[in-house]
């Protein structure tokens, strides 16, 4: 493997912006310099990062990139590209595949698949049921990024609704528990008064009113309430509403807390009024709310009662997203486009890029646990991002999903992925990839 040596980067990492360069060997970080240094080995490719920043590889916890079952939509090939082109360089994958995640053969079996096909670097969640608790009992927390827990409703059985089930799998997991917190109860209770109005065809706008605060708020303190008695090492996914920001704490550091928090992209950007444009293409579980609901998002993330910032990436093709309101899919593509929508944010002044890094590369790292990776430290896995200043527009057609489009279609950016490397691996280099070497599976320090 090439040693690189990226040099006159801007460095954020660790809360700090500085001007460095970094060494690459062997997979790994070999040295952190706060200058550019002689170049001693004439085998070093060296990469003048002047004008560039350099990040760790965000770390994405929550993605479904739909293999095996569905190559319509996705696979583990052409979505960890996506999402290595957008400076993802590791993934944590949901079950709700076909088959289902819900015993060791399959979790096995899929990170087989990984190990062929994946870019980045990859984990996938065990999937609970009503059912399988003797399997999620044997699931490795070295080896596993988490149990995943739909609370809600879900893809085919993998809802869990049985408290007796559900208080098992919260007292006896031997790791950390992810969860999907609506209330279907309460959904289906607010579709049906709508569908009395309306039909099938519901204006788009009313999604979240249908899958509403008070559905995630019932569902996200059952949780808690569930993992406070039991102790349970709990980390709630796509948080929406303002209701649910009191439920979480930042008196202490993420990395110590047994409950933990995360938001979406989506969640970050969208409102209920781009609904009127944007249509069923925004349509996600849980639903995008007010704009109250958003400013109370982004009020929790900078004061750290929000953890993580993710994607909940889930590509559908075009047709299976644009139906009426009860045929449209929910979910939609994103980690080409995450960090640089951050990145976006930090440039309007809503957030600093050292907090977008915290967000997306050290905190993931931190409360999952992963191995070596998340930050620029020596020692460390060489997965990192340069990013460069460029004006350009993010369409349909640049977009890199096999779904073939973005919800992004038509916005403008200022930042671009200039490079990216997976354990030292120069994946991505302006538009160009290397697949010769394919991404690891994660390890976890539990």
Not at 110 to 127: H, P, Q, T, V, W
Not at 136 to 160: A, Q, R, W
């Amino acid at each position: 493997m090439s040693s690189f040596l990226i040099k006159n980067a801007l460095i954020i990492n660790e809360g700090k912006k500085f001007a460095g360069s970094v060494l690459v060997k062997n997979q790994l970080i070999e040295e952190i310099y706060t200058s550019a240094p002689e170049v001693t080995d004439k085998n070093w490719t060296v990469i003048d990062a002047a004008g560039r920043l350099l990040i760790p590889g965000v770390i994405d916890d929550q993605v479904h990139f739909r293999d095996p079952g569905m190559p319509q939509k996705g696979d583990l090939y052409t979505e960890s590209r996506a999402a290595v082109a957008g400076g993802t360089t590791s993934f944590m994958d949901m079950p709700n595949v076909k088959p289902q995640t819900v015993t060791q053969e399959l979790l096995t079996e899929r990170y087989k698949l990984g190990s062929e096909k994946s870019l980045a670097n990859y984990s996938f969640y065990m999937g609970a049921t009503n059912t399988n608790l003797e399997e999620i009992l044997k699931t490795d927390p070295k080896s596993v990024c988490g149990i995943k827990i739909f609370m809600g409703s879900s893809t085919g059985n993998m809802l869990v609704d049985d408290i007796d089930t559900l208080s098992q799998i919260f007292e006896k997991s031997p790791m950390l528990i992810a969860t999907h917190c609506e209330d279907t109860p309460t959904i289906d209770k607010n579709q049906a008064e709508y569908q009395k109005k309306f039909g099938d065809d519901i204006p788009m706008e009313y999604h979240g009113v249908i899958r509403s605060a008070e559905a995630c708020y019932k569902s996200s303190s059952k949780a808690i309430e569930l993992a406070k008695k039991y102790n349970t090492r709990l980390h709630i996914l796509h948080l929406s509403s303002a209701m649910e920001m009191d439920l979480f704490d930042n008196s202490i550091p993420a990395k110590d807390k047994r409950i933990t928090s995360e938001v979406c992209v989506h969640h970050l950007w969208f409102d209920d009024k781009d609904y009127l444009t944007k249509k069923s293409r925004i349509r996600w579980n849980p639903a995008i709310k007010t704009k109250k609901d958003q400013d109370a998002l982004w009020e929790a993330l900078l004061d750290d009662r929000l953890d993580v910032v993710a994607t909940d990436h889930a590509p559908h093709t075009p047709e299976e997203k644009d139906g009426n309101y009860m045929q449209a899919a929910g979910g939609g593509p994103l980690v080409q486009h995450s960090l640089i929508a951050m990145m976006e944010q930090a440039r309007r002044g809503k957030i600093s890029m050292e907090k977008v890094v915290e967000k997306m590369c050290h905190t993931p790292a931190e409360i999952f646990q992963v191995e070596k990776r998340g930050f620029i430290r020596k020692g460390y896995y060489a997965d990192l991002v340069l990013l460069k200043e460029d004006d350009w527009t993010a369409t349909n057609a640049n977009s890199l999903y096999k779904c073939g489009w973005t919800p992004f279609d038509g916005e403008k950016f200022q930042y671009k992925v200039d490079k990216t490397f997976v354990n030292g691996h120069l994946a991505y280099d302006n538009g160009v990839f290397d697949d010769s070497t394919k991404g690891m599976r994660l390890s976890f320090e539990r």
